[in-house]
């Protein structure tokens, strides 16, 4: 049946072109964002998912701060260390040749001098071995921690060592300290000693949280890819089938373009019946 206010064709072809056109809009977003699911609207519980992903993935770059922060604060500590240790080293020397009792009372002095420049040297690198306002060895601080997950739940303590002089490591040595006579020089030696092997060993204490802190540091950033790739798994579209829609679709659309203009068209045929 012919009739001037209802075109079925028209109706079908168009409902066909507005389809096209839906499926041909999508096949664009994702070509242009490199996304299938780019807003909830796309496709809700994927979106969700994502952005929760996507909230651990940021919030691990605070813990790996976190972590880079107590590693850096342990290697100025370790720098500074090492100094002492080099120092009580030499201090160790100073008060044996001290106590030697061949030698005269200016030499003795003389390496008493040294002695007391050394104790001082130490002094100086403890209180210089501070990042971001925290210094390990001054006994200022008892600890440090830094974060360990994105939650904040979980967290990892470095133990602070005292090298402060007269402290924990290093009793019975002060700027009073002094190798002047063959008694005091005798004295020294086994204090020194002493102070070295406690220095040594807390050295060792934090060479081993700051390779807790770079192992720890590993596995967040390892996790952190995991998680980024996790999300492109879900979200990211596959750009290569999607090049080849998009071009299907534009093909289709324009097909249905012409179809549309010939269900129209169908309509002035009527007009031959009335010649």
Not at 238 to 243: D, I, Q
Request: proline residues 1%.
């Amino acid at each position: 049946m012919f009739s001037v206010n209802t075109n079925p064709g028209a109706l079908i072809a168009l409902q066909n072109l507005n389809n096209t056109a839906t499926q041909l809009q999508q096949a664009q977003s994702e070509v242009s964002t490199g996304l299938a699911v780019a807003q909830p609207s796309d496709n809700g519980a994927v979106w969700a998912i994502a952005q929760g992903e996507r909230a651990q993935t940021s919030a691990l770059d605070a813990v790996k701060g976190s972590l880079q922060n107590g590693q850096s604060i342990i290697d100025v500590a370790n720098s500074a260390g090492q100094t002492v240790s080099d120092l009580l080293t030499q201090m160790q020397e100073k008060a044996l040749a001290a106590s030697d009792t061949s030698i005269d009372a200016n030499s003795r002095a003389a390496l008493n001098n040294d002695f007391q420049a050394l104790v001082k040297q130490i002094g100086t690198a403890v209180n210089n071995a501070d990042f971001n306002g925290v210094n390990l060895l001054n006994a200022t601080v008892t600890n440090i921690t830094s974060l360990a997950n994105a939650a904040g739940t979980s967290l990892i303590t470095t133990q602070a060592q005292d090298f402060s002089l007269g402290g924990a490591n290093l009793s019975g040595i002060t700027l009073a300290s002094t190798i002047n006579t063959v008694a005091s020089a005798t004295a020294m030696i086994s204090t020194v000693s002493t102070a070295l092997t406690a220095v040594d060993n807390s050295l060792a204490t934090l060479g081993t949280s700051s390779k807790s802190l770079g192992d720890q540091l590993t596995f967040v950033s390892n996790l952190q890819d995991t998680l980024t790739t996790g999300v492109g798994n879900l979200v990211n579209a596959n750009l290569a089938k999607e090049s080849a829609t998009l071009t299907a679709l534009q093909t289709k659309q324009q097909l249905g373009i012409q179809a549309l203009s010939i269900a129209n068209s169908s309509s002035s045929a009527l007009l031959g019946l009335f010649r």
